[in-house]
Each structure stands twice: as structure tokens, then as C-alpha cells.
């Protein structure tokens, strides 16, 4: 008899406001005006993208990956995981959600092995 395999993790990307790119603009002047006023009006942000599992066995939220520095519209999911299941992805084909998107494709194409994952700070 051969011992049950488990499930492959859920996986995820945590949303989180990425304060650290507003103290440190780098790269073209031009860029780093237009994204300060759209900071100013409240049309974009920046925000860091981890990539997140959560563990068959226990339901813990692990970090494998992180994509900082995305400037892009305002949205409401900061802090928020969105699951690759969640079917808003398949519609929306805005910025943010392509890179959501790619971030899941790559974690689900290449697992990130247990013993690499990183507990997800809770907020």
C-alpha cells in the first residue's frame, strides 16, 4: 500500500503597499514626476507582490517569491491574498492582475519546496 500524496499548496499573491519605493525614486526624472503626481491624486501606488502558498497540512501562509517596486492604479486588495482559483484574474487585464497572474503561472510551473518557504508576516 502506498501512502496518500498530498495535495500541492494553494497558491497565491499578498498584496502589501511597497513604502519604501516612495523614499527612493530611481531612474528617469520624467517617470519619477509623473508617478509622484499620481501618488499626490491617489490614482496609482506602489506595492510589493509575494507569491504565497498555503500549506495542505496546516493552512499557514508561506512567502516564496516577491516582486517590488510595482507602480500601478490604486487598489482596494492591499493586504489581501489573491488565490490563482479567485476568478476575477481570468477577466481583469489590467497591470496589476498580469503580474498576479504571472507570479502564480511561475510558482505553479516551478514549486518552491517546502524547506525554501518563508512564513508570511502577518500584518
Known sequence: MTAPTAAPPRVGVHIAEDIDYYAAPVGD???VAEERRHFADG?????LLCTVVECPHCGHHYTTDALGGVVVDTTSLVDAIVWADDPSLADADDYLHEQIRDLIDTEQAN???P???V???VP
Open 115 to 117: 524547506t525554501e518557504w
Open 29 to 31: 526624472e520624467e517617470i
Open 43 to 47: 490614482t496609482w501606488s506602489a506595492y
Open 119 to 121: 512564513p508570511l508576516p
Open 111 to 113: 514549486p518552491t519546496p
